[in-house]
């Protein structure tokens, strides 16, 4: 049987996005920072390396494109997701409008070629799922959110660390609890916890 033993840094993996008056600062995994306009346009069509969470969209080994990354030789796949926002300050109503989103990175996520087996996919697509909860958690404070605030960049900046905090623990929960994913009751009873929590 193969172990789906991951490193905990490829599951807690997130980002954040904020747009202000037409500029987008990413903050990716390693902690630097790409600025680009909004407003420019290109000709050129990039291969797809991310996307967002979709109802009834479930995950495929084609979605694990990234290089092998193993911490041991346990290790069978990794997901790498994660929460995001932006701010348009720009909006049509001129009112201040969040988005909030999660975002599996395809280049980044990667399973061994001998670990293509369906049990650890579900494994990995409760992480996916997770991340999304945490993402309807967090949206439902941030739309609710009062830009008349003093420092609401700092405010919305404090809703993100909190709800990510939740989500890491949760994660870690489930990685613990499940084994990676080989304790199979362990494993059903996460995936009907979360299936409930998605619905």
């Not at 490829?10 to 954040?16: E, I, P, Q, S, Y």
């Not at 479930?58 to 041991?72: H, I, T, Y």
């Amino acid at each position: 049987m193969v172990c789906a033993l991951r490193s905990s840094v490829c599951v807690l993996l997130t980002g954040v996005i904020v747009l202000s008056q037409g500029i987008a600062v990413t903050a990716n995994a390693k902690g630097s920072k790409e600025e680009k306009s909004l407003n420019s346009t290109s000709t050129s069509v990039a291969p797809i390396t991310e996307f967002q969470w979709e109802q009834h969209k479930k995950l495929s080994w084609e979605d694990f494109r990234g290089p092998v990354n193993a911490v041991s030789d346990e290790s069978a796949a990794a997901t790498h997701c994660g929460m995001g926002f932006r701010v348009n300050t720009s909006s049509a109503t001129g009112q201040p409008e969040v988005t909030v989103y999660n975002t599996f990175y395809i280049n980044k996520s990667w399973v061994r070629p001998d670990a293509k087996i369906e049990s650890i996919l579900d494994h990995e697509q409760g992480h996916f799922d997770l991340c999304e909860i945490y993402t309807r958690k967090m949206r439902k404070m941030m739309t609710s959110f009062n830009f008349e605030e003093a420092n609401a960049k700092a405010a919305l900046m404090n809703i993100f660390t909190r709800v990510n905090n939740e989500y890491e623990n949760r994660q870690q929960a489930y990685e613990y609890e499940t084994s990676h994913g080989t304790n199979i009751a362990q494993q059903k009873k996460w995936q009907n916890m979360i299936s409930s929590e998605l619905n």
